[in-house]
Every structure is written in structure tokens, then in C-alpha cells.
Nanobody, 118 residues
Framework: QVQLVESGGGLVQPGGSLRLSCRGS????????MKWYRQAPGKEREVVAG????????NYAESVKGRFTISRDNVRATVFLQMNNLKLEDTAVYYC???????????WGQGTQVTVSS
């Protein structure tokens, strides 16, 4: 059974930090591009960051560049999102996604809530 399980969300004040984790199981994690998305209330889901299968290349949405860092540990089948200097507008449900290379295969996690509030 394929699973992606996110954790690490919560309530944080503006300027604070959180580290999200997403652990995969039931598929060969190291062969999948991993991405983080988020969806704020009333808005469409948007991609936040992505990392290639070997972790060598990373890309970020303009709104989070310089504040968020994506990384992965293929041994632990886990992708991380380190979020620093959080802003009110970062409040959203954060999802991880696994994308198979050269195929349409993709898996989604169930999401974890991040709330930035004073």
C-alpha cells in the first residue's frame, strides 16, 4: 500500500520556523521526484518546492525563495521542508507529492496544516 505521511505542521508566530517531513512507503522512493505543495483557504493548490531524485537540483516558488529549503533522505524515504521566517501568507495545508519519472504515476500525502499567526 502506497503511503505518503506528512508531519511537522502546527501553529507558529510570524518569523518563526517549522520543519515538515514526509515519509514514503509502498513504492521505490528514490526513483521519484518529490515536491511540496500548499493550499490556502479559497485558493488553488500551488507548488512550493521540488527536488530531483538524487537531491542534486532543487527549485522553489518565488514567494518562498531564501526562506524554505527542500531536502531528501533516500535511505529513510523522507523528504523535508525547512521553513524559516514564516509569514502570515504561508498559512496553508502543505502536501507532499511523489512524481514518477517518465510516467504519469503520482502519489499525494494527506496534508499537514501550517498556521502562521500572532
Amino acid at each position: 500500500q502506497v503511503q505518503l505521511v506528512e508531519s511537522g505542521g502546527g501553529l507558529v508566530q510570524p518569523g518563526g520556523s517549522l520543519r515538515l517531513s514526509c515519509r514514503g512507503s509502498g513504492f521505490t522512493f528514490r526513483y521519484y521526484v518529490m515536491k511540496w505543495y500548499r493550499q490556502a483557504p479559497g485558493k488553488e493548490r500551488e507548488v512550493v518546492a521540488g527536488v530531483t531524485i538524487d537531491g542534486g537540483r532543487k527549485n522553489y516558488a518565488e514567494s518562498v525563495k531564501g526562506r524554505f529549503t527542500i531536502s531528501r533522505d533516500n535511505v529513510r524515504a523522507t523528504v523535508f521542508l525547512q521553513m524559516n521566517n514564516l509569514k502570515l501568507e504561508d498559512t496553508a495545508v502543505y502536501y507532499c507529492k511523489a512524481e514518477g519519472q517518465g510516467s504519469d504515476t503520482e502519489y499525494w500525502g494527506q496534508g499537514t496544516q501550517v498556521t502562521v499567526s500572532s
